[in-house]
């Protein structure tokens, strides 16, 4: 099947920096990149939606002032959490689609603010 | 209520046992995800189904739209099956990408 890389894995940052995170389609081109969150146990849920060339589409409660996303080419998509808090503190996880396609989820990224 | 409803939301098994994890839903929906969650956090999606029946190895999903239910059978199953199952639908009012997710299922197989 079709692989989706996120990078890094973890990342641990003080309270006030930024972080980006990566997500890569590695053998097809995503046109349509999906950022998710996770909270220990808890479901996924979606942030945004981001589509090569666009603006990112927000789901309702994610500040997308905090949490910038880039989606520069059909291969990868960029989630920036700037000025992060330690409530930021997560599992973000990217998937990417083709079109009509099923989504291929990344392995995620653990994200820990102190 | 949870529009997407797993169950049992825990489930432990002896190796060689036939598992069931069981997904309803109260939307309707055009497509429904069986994923795979290890403890690492990683995600794998084992089956998209928008009717009947999918087979991959030793792993089965049905989907009855109608009673608005899939099922997600694991047969012969092994410790490394040990993971969190979770269901999740594509409504017809969301976009692609606006999967509702089930809490999932944890799964633990002994050896």
């Known amino acids: 099947g079709a692989v989706v890389s996120q990078h890094p894995s973890w990342v641990i940052c003080k309270s006030g920096t930024s972080v980006k995170i990566e997500c890569r389609s590695l053998d097809f081109q995503a046109t349509t990149m999906f950022w998710y969150r996770q909270f220990p146990k808890q479901s996924l849920m979606l942030m945004a939606t981001s589509n090569e060339g666009s603006k990112a589409t927000y789901e309702q409660g994610v500040e997308k002032d905090k949490f910038l996303i880039n989606h520069a080419s059909l291969t990868l998509s960029t989630l920036t959490v700037t000025s992060a808090h330690p409530e930021d503190s997560s599992f973000y996880i990217c998937s990417a689609t083709r079109t009509g396609s099923e989504q291929y989820f990344g392995p995620g990224t653990r994200l820990t603010v102190t | 209520k949870n529009e997407v409803e797993q169950s049992p939301q825990n489930l432990t098994a002896q190796e060689g046992e036939f598992i069931t994890i069981n997904c309803s839903y109260s939307?309707?929906?055009?497509?429904l995800h069986w994923l795979q969650q290890h403890p690492g956090g990683g995600i794998v999606s084992l089956f998209m189904l928008s009717s009947g029946k999918k087979k991959h190895g030793r792993l089965i999903a049905t989907i009855n739209i109608q009673e608005k239910h899939s099922s997600l059978h694991i047969t012969a199953s092994h410790p490394r099956d040990s993971a969190v199952y979770i269901c999740?639908?594509?409504?017809?009012?969301?976009?692609?990408?606006?999967?509702?997710f089930g809490k999932g299922t944890k799964l633990s197989v002994k050896p």
């Open positions: 999740a639908v594509r409504s017809f009012r969301g976009s692609q990408g606006n999967l509702i």
């Open positions: 939307v309707g929906i055009s497509a």
